[in-house]
């Protein structure tokens, strides 16, 4: 899993991961993680829970609403490395189901 700690190695390699496309700010994580399992991100949240620091999830940034921009000396998850399509379930009643990690862009699911 790749990692950047401290808030100067994060603003320095990793600024744009402090907006999306509501060009909102309002801070810089202490740490920011691009896990690229489940378990990373288990041990994130486990981390985050066990020190109570904030975590703030950073998906594709498409937002306008700010909900994936960081808040100050908060944990940063960014989902991005996670980009495995793992299924199409066709076995549930009604349309099919895509089961898919959290990194997924929708041009990559119009390619599956």
Same mark, same amino acid.
């Given at each position: 899993?790749?990692? !950047?700690?401290?808030?100067?190695? #994060?603003?320095?390699?990793?600024?744009?991961?402090? $907006?999306? +496309?509501?060009?909102?700010?309002?801070?810089?994580?202490?740490?920011?993680? @691009? /896990?690229?399992?489940? +378990?990373?991100?288990?041990?994130?949240?486990?981390?985050?829970?066990?020190?109570?620091? /904030?975590?703030?999830?950073?998906?594709?940034?498409?937002? #306008?609403?700010?909900?994936?921009? /960081? #808040?100050?000396?908060? #944990?940063?998850?960014? $989902?991005?490395?996670?980009?495995?399509?793992?299924?199409?379930?066709?076995?549930?009643?009604?349309? /099919?189901?895509? @089961?898919?990690?959290?990194?997924?862009?929708?041009?990559?699911?119009?390619? !599956?």
């Amino acid at each position: 899993m790749k990692s !950047f700690i401290g808030k100067e190695t #994060i603003l320095t390699h990793c600024p744009d991961v402090l $907006f999306d +496309e509501s060009r909102f700010s309002s801070g810089i994580p202490a740490k920011l993680y @691009y /896990p690229r399992t489940h +378990e990373d991100v288990r041990a994130i949240a486990r981390e985050a829970s066990s020190t109570r620091t /904030p975590l703030t999830v950073i998906g594709a940034q498409t937002g #306008i609403a700010g909900a994936g921009v /960081p #808040i100050d000396d908060c #944990i940063a998850v960014c $989902f991005s490395e996670m980009t495995v399509i793992e299924r199409l379930d066709f076995n549930e009643p009604g349309a /099919p189901v895509l @089961y898919c990690q959290p990194g997924v862009t929708v041009e990559a699911i119009s390619r !599956f």
